[in-house]
T-cell receptor, first 114, second 113 residues
Framework: AQKITQTQPGMFVQEKEAVTLDCTYD???????LFWYKQPSSGEMIFLIY??????QNATEGRYSLNFQKARKSANLVISASQLGDSAMYFC???????????FGTGTRLTIIP | NAGVTQTPKFQVLKTGQSMTLQCAQD?????MSWYRQDPGMGLRLIHY???????DQGEVPNGYNVSRSTTEDFPLRLLSAAPSQTSVYFC????????????FGAGTRLSVL
């Protein structure tokens, strides 16, 4: 069984600062993918970034990067130079290869302070 | 670019009523799924389909039915609505390959009185 743990229910960050959202995972399968989604107050789920378990380098997408530490089973999301529009719920999720079911964490509510 | 379209956006039901939440995607994705989102619990998988004619249960399937007659459509049926089914429902789709990025619809907010 897969499990995702997000231990930060809420975070407040000053605008333009970098922020790290924590995510740890648990699986016995060696082949898996890790995902981050953003859910703004409007409610939609927006895909941000993906990391495969065999990827050699940490994934980056614009201001988003994923700090993947396989031995520690962590996949933290780093947002550089935070903006007011980054205020949202952020969900970490995973699936194993060949099994398309996504397992989600409980999310972190990020608030950017002007 | 329509992507994943869910209807309706909002719905209020009385206990015992039945209804169907619609989901359609125009990306030719093989994999489709339904999730529910409850406060403090993240998203939980209800049912999923790996292709037309193939469906399977997720984590919380009780009280819900699905079918997949076409690649594009994946409706979710509530057979006899209960207050415990008050939630926000999301439909998602993906190519179902190794890099299984799922794209979500805008959601349906359902209240059962």
């Amino acid at each position: 069984a897969q499990k995702i743990t997000q231990t930060q229910p809420g975070m407040f960050v000053q605008e333009k600062e970098a922020v790290t959202l924590d995510c740890t995972y648990d699986t016995s399968d060696p082949s898996y993918g890790l995902f981050w989604y953003k859910q703004p107050s409007s409610g939609e789920m927006i895909f941000l970034i993906y990391q495969g378990s065999y990827d050699q380098q940490n994934a980056t997408e614009g201001r988003y990067s994923l700090n993947f530490q396989k031995a520690r089973k962590s996949a933290n999301l780093v947002i550089s130079a935070s903006q007011l529009g980054d205020s949202a719920m952020y969900f970490c999720a995973m699936s194993t290869f060949g099994n398309e079911k996504l397992t989600f964490g409980t999310g972190t509510r990020l608030t950017i302070i002007p | 670019n329509a992507g994943v379209t869910q209807t309706p956006k909002f719905q209020v039901l009385k206990t015992g009523q039945s209804m169907t939440l619609q989901c359609a995607q125009d990306m030719n994705h093989e994999y489709m799924s339904w999730y529910r989102q409850d406060p403090g619990m993240g998203l939980r998988l209800i049912h999923y389909s790996v292709g037309a004619g193939i469906t399977d249960q997720g984590e919380v399937p009780n009280g819900y039915n699905v079918s997949r007659s076409t690649t594009e459509d994946f409706p979710l049926r509530l057979l006899s609505a209960a207050p415990s089914q008050t939630s926000v429902y999301f439909c998602a789709s993906s190519y179902g390959l190794t890099k299984n990025i799922q794209y979500f619809g805008a959601g349906t907010r359902l209240s059962v009185l």
